[in-house]
């Protein structure tokens, strides 16, 4: 006998694991968490398998939960798009896009083509900011998604992806091995500043900040004339700056997390925005 999946219950699975919790998801999905937990059982029992399981650091989904999870993801959006598209309806409206510089060019800015293409009457809007600016920011509901940068140990939103955060320098440079360590900061309120500077001091390394707050393009440039070093992810390390690792005499760093985040009810174009993110990281392996 065939068993047939109900999209409003995997709507419901699909907000759980996006927001590790029931609470949150029944605010998201405007029901009662009672109902979301009536949700989650009977899917469990359409699938014949647990899905998630709850302690005390949320609600965490089991290996058939995450086999479900992308695939309950296309089940909705094909459902979503074949409706809107025998309806004649087009997504509208405009979306700000909160993200740090380094992201624009290497994650964000192919999606935002794509994006485009898919939804050309949404005006989209692109904030670039330092990431625990952006946080804020979504918090206060200034921009409609916030792609931020975070440490893996402490990540408060949706993890798309983790990433190795190496330090680099121009190729056959000398910056390194300075004293004190020449270090260029895209701003004073980076994302990487705290992370760099207990990696130095722990190590013992004397070190002074670089042409601080001169935006991605100008710490790139100060790498390559070799006036500095500076951290990237791994994805979005300039091809012509070398990867310096702990034999140039550098503490090796921590990993970092691509984190996004939404409000609580995201608009449409938002929702979309999130939808192609995650795609596109499910196709890039993790390189943490």
């Avoid at 070093?229 to 070398?242: I, K, N």
Wanted: aromatic share 2%; net charge neutral; charged share 20%.
């Amino acid at each position: 006998m065939a068993r047939n999946l109900d999209l409003e219950l995997l709507r419901t699975f699909v907000a759980s694991a996006d927001c590790a919790s029931m609470t949150r998801a029944a605010q998201q999905r405007n029901l009662t968490q009672g109902a979301v937990s009536q949700q989650m059982k009977r899917l469990e029992a359409i699938v014949g398998a647990p899905l998630v399981n709850r302690d005390r650091r949320g609600l965490q989904l089991t290996a058939s939960g995450a086999q479900l999870l992308p695939q309950a993801r296309r089940m909705i959006e094909l459902n979503d798009e074949t409706v809107d598209a025998l309806s004649g309806q087009m997504l509208a409206g405009h979306l700000t896009l909160g993200v740090p510089p380094d992201l624009v060019g290497s994650l964000v800015g192919p999606l935002l083509r794509r994006y485009a293409e898919l939804h050309p009457s949404v005006q989209v809007s692109l904030l670039s900011a330092a990431s625990p600016a952006l946080s804020r920011m979504g918090e206060r509901g200034e921009v409609d998604l916030a792609l931020v940068e975070e440490p893996a140990s402490s990540v408060t939103g949706e993890c798309l992806r983790m990433e190795r955060l190496q330090w680099a320098g121009a190729k056959g440079g000398g910056a390194h091995r300075r004293t004190p360590l020449p270090v260029s900061l895209v701003a004073e309120n980076c994302a990487f500043r705290p992370v760099l500077a207990d990696a130095l001091d722990a190590a013992g390394l004397s070190w002074r900040s670089v042409f601080e707050g001169g935006g991605i393009e100008a710490t790139t440039a100060t790498v390559r004339m070799d006036l500095a070093v500076a951290a990237w992810l791994a994805s979005t390390l300039p091809p012509d700056l070398e990867v310096l690792g702990i034999e140039a005499g550098l503490p090796a760093l921590p990993s970092f997390a691509i984190v996004m985040h939404l409000p609580r009810r995201p608009s449409r174009a938002a929702q979309e925005m999130a939808r192609l993110l995650r795609d596109d990281s499910a196709r890039r392996p993790d390189s943490a």
